[in-house]
């Protein structure tokens, strides 16, 4: 009972700060809102598809949506994009943390306790994903088909908001706020923890089985399908996430000792001090460049085994059947893509709001304003460079492997289109940071020194 009421008190608390929110925090609580309006928009797309029995006659989709089968996949499909919504989530929760520092610290100085604290932040995402998820629940109901199981669609839009709050908490986990205004981070000395080594030496032991099959035989069949394909994209994106952080370490300690570049220096500087939140901010990213880098070229050995079973009359079924199943594939990658790239922008936001001071501190020194630019594209362009490659050729691999057994079947052409993906990503990547650039500049304020 007693603990009911303490989360009585701390939810008026995060109403109070919330509704007492400036002008500049606003646009903040807006991407969170809009975070959980997609993520609500998906969880009843999800529940409206597996609420139809049978055969249901769908006016849209080139027949994708009748059969119980097809609508299974495309649910899971749709549902996988949840993974990008939450890491956004979690990214619009940190900064948002960080803008509110002078306030957490006025709650620190009036008794509150570091987990209290980052309790009453997490709880203001939870009532601005509440607000998103009452948005597009409004928006999305009338479009629903009569079938659908509205207990499903109260669940989802009580769920997106006590999920969005149970993220922000997670993300805030290693915020402490200071009494005096400083907002830290505690950061582990070492690199990624025990679930992530556990995971990644339980896909790696998965993919050896997967490998060895056909050579020595198993109980499981494991074939070329989704499953496989999903163990072997994890395990790379593990292995991609792993080397942005340790690439990270490693070119900062390099850099700082033997370069003479102002830039290049205070993003070495910054690498070596935290290498591992990079790898953070881009463990979703690279898991899209494997899926998106893998589905390149496999779409093509779809699209070129399609059009040869066409022309010899060997289809079941309408062209336009397995091209919408295509198509639908690529647009959630690329909803995904925006996604974790709009994730990236407010990482790089996030970064800045929590060094300002620093910031400033150099800007005061000496340092121009050009020079925390280039450093800041540095500091996402050196270790998302080797992760990224990584992670590209890995989806490449698998695009390849695929051809290799549907070749056996049909002659199809060598997937190189699979290697601009990644291109294509590190180039965005890039672009997204920079977007963060205008904040730079009323970052390095001088008024920001009277709060260090």
Same mark, same amino acid.
């Given at each position: 009972?007693?603990?009911?009421?303490?989360?009585?008190?701390?939810?008026?608390?995060?109403?109070?700060?919330?509704?007492?929110?400036?002008?500049?925090?606003?646009?903040?609580?807006?991407?969170?809102?809009?975070?959980a309006a997609l993520a609500t928009g998906?969880?009843? *797309?999800?529940?409206?598809?597996?609420?139809?029995?049978?055969?249901?006659?769908?006016?849209?989709?080139?027949?994708?949506f009748d059969s119980p089968g097809d609508?299974?996949?495309?649910?899971?499909?749709?549902?996988?994009?949840?993974?990008?919504?939450?890491?956004?989530?979690?990214?619009?929760?940190?900064?948002?943390?960080?803008?509110?520092?002078?306030?957490?610290?006025?709650?620190?100085?009036?008794?509150?306790?570091?987990?209290?604290?980052?309790?009453?932040?997490?709880?203001?995402?939870?009532?601005?994903?509440?607000?998103?998820?009452?948005?597009?629940?409004?928006?999305?109901?009338?479009?629903?088909?009569?079938?659908?199981?509205?207990?499903?669609? &109260?669940? &989802?839009?009580?769920?997106?908001?006590?999920?969005?709050?149970?993220?922000?908490?997670?993300?805030?986990?290693?915020?402490?706020?200071?009494?005096?205004?400083?907002?830290?981070?505690?950061?582990?000395?070492?690199?990624?923890?025990?679930?992530?080594?556990?995971?990644?030496?339980?896909?790696?032991?998965?993919?050896?089985?997967?490998?060895?099959?056909?050579?020595?035989?198993?109980?499981?069949?494991?074939?070329?399908?989704?499953?496989? !394909?999903?163990?072997?994209? !994890?395990?790379?994106?593990?292995?991609?996430?792993?080397?942005?952080?340790?690439?990270?370490?490693q070119l900062g300690e390099g850099f700082?000792?033997?370069?003479?570049?102002?830039?290049?220096?205070?993003?070495?500087?910054?690498?070596?001090?935290?290498?591992?939140?990079?790898?953070?901010?881009?463990?979703?990213?690279?898991?899209?460049?494997?899926?998106?880098?893998?589905? *390149?070229?496999?779409?093509?050995?779809?699209?070129?085994?399609?059009?040869?079973?066409?022309?010899?009359?060997?289809?079941?079924?309408?062209?336009?059947?397995?091209?919408?199943?295509?198509?639908?594939?690529?647009?959630?990658?690329?909803?995904?893509?925006?996604?974790?790239?709009? *994730?990236?922008? !407010?990482?790089?936001?996030?970064?800045? *709001?929590?060094?300002?001071?620093?910031?400033?501190?150099?800007?005061?020194?000496?340092?121009?304003?050009? !020079?925390?630019?280039?450093?800041?594209?540095?500091?996402?362009?050196?270790?998302?460079?080797?992760?990224?490659?990584?992670?590209?050729?890995?989806?490449?691999?698998?695009?390849?492997?695929?051809?290799?057994?549907?070749?056996?079947?049909?002659?199809?052409?060598?997937?190189?289109?699979?290697?601009?993906?990644? &291109?294509? &990503?590190?180039?965005?990547?890039?672009?997204?940071?920079?977007?963060?650039?205008?904040?730079?500049?009323?970052?390095?304020?001088?008024?920001?020194?009277?709060?260090?």
């Amino acid at each position: 009972m007693r603990s009911l009421r303490s989360l009585g008190s701390d939810l008026r608390l995060a109403w109070l700060l919330t509704r007492g929110s400036d002008r500049r925090e606003w646009w903040r609580v807006g991407l969170t809102a809009f975070g959980a309006a997609l993520a609500t928009g998906i969880g009843l *797309a999800v529940v409206a598809l597996l609420s139809l029995e049978g055969f249901y006659a769908v006016s849209f989709g080139s027949g994708l949506f009748d059969s119980p089968g097809d609508r299974q996949n495309v649910s899971l499909a749709v549902g996988l994009l949840l993974i990008p919504v939450l890491g956004f989530l979690g990214q619009c929760a940190r900064i948002g943390a960080v803008h509110r520092d002078r306030r957490l610290a006025a709650l620190r100085l009036a008794g509150a306790g570091p987990w209290q604290v980052r309790r009453i932040a997490a709880l203001e995402s939870g009532l601005a994903c509440l607000a998103g998820a009452v948005v597009a629940t409004a928006v999305v109901v009338p479009l629903l088909p009569y079938a659908v199981a509205w207990a499903g669609v &109260v669940l &989802v839009a009580a769920a997106v908001p006590v999920l969005g709050a149970g993220v922000s908490a997670v993300a805030l986990r290693r915020v402490v706020a200071d009494p005096l205004g400083r907002v830290r981070r505690t950061r582990p000395v070492r690199g990624p923890g025990r679930l992530f080594g556990t995971a990644t030496r339980l896909l790696a032991v998965t993919a050896a089985a997967i490998a060895l099959t056909p050579v020595f035989g198993s109980p499981v069949s494991f074939g070329l399908g989704p499953v496989t !394909v999903l163990v072997l994209a !994890v395990l790379i994106s593990l292995i991609a996430i792993w080397l942005s952080g340790a690439s990270s370490r490693q070119l900062g300690e390099g850099f700082a000792a033997g370069t003479s570049r102002p830039a290049l220096l205070i993003a070495a500087e910054r690498m070596r001090e935290d290498p591992w939140s990079t790898a953070r901010t881009h463990a979703a990213l690279l898991l899209v460049t494997v899926v998106g880098s893998g589905f *390149a070229g496999v779409r093509q050995i779809l699209l070129a085994g399609l059009e040869d079973m066409r022309r010899r009359g060997h289809l079941g079924t309408r062209m336009s059947y397995y091209t919408t199943g295509i198509d639908l594939t690529a647009a959630a990658i690329l909803v995904a893509f925006a996604l974790v790239l709009t *994730a990236l922008a !407010v990482g790089t936001a996030e970064s800045l *709001a929590t060094r300002r001071r620093g910031l400033a501190a150099q800007v005061a020194a000496g340092v121009p304003h050009a !020079v925390l630019a280039r450093a800041l594209l540095l500091e996402t362009a050196l270790p998302l460079l080797p992760a990224i490659a990584v992670a590209g050729l890995g989806g490449t691999a698998i695009s390849f492997w695929y051809g290799a057994a549907v070749s056996r079947h049909t002659d199809v052409p060598v997937p190189y289109g699979a290697l601009l993906v990644p &291109v294509g &990503v590190y180039a965005a990547c890039v672009l997204a940071a920079a977007t963060s650039l205008p904040l730079l500049r009323r970052s390095v304020r001088p008024g920001e020194l009277r709060y260090a």
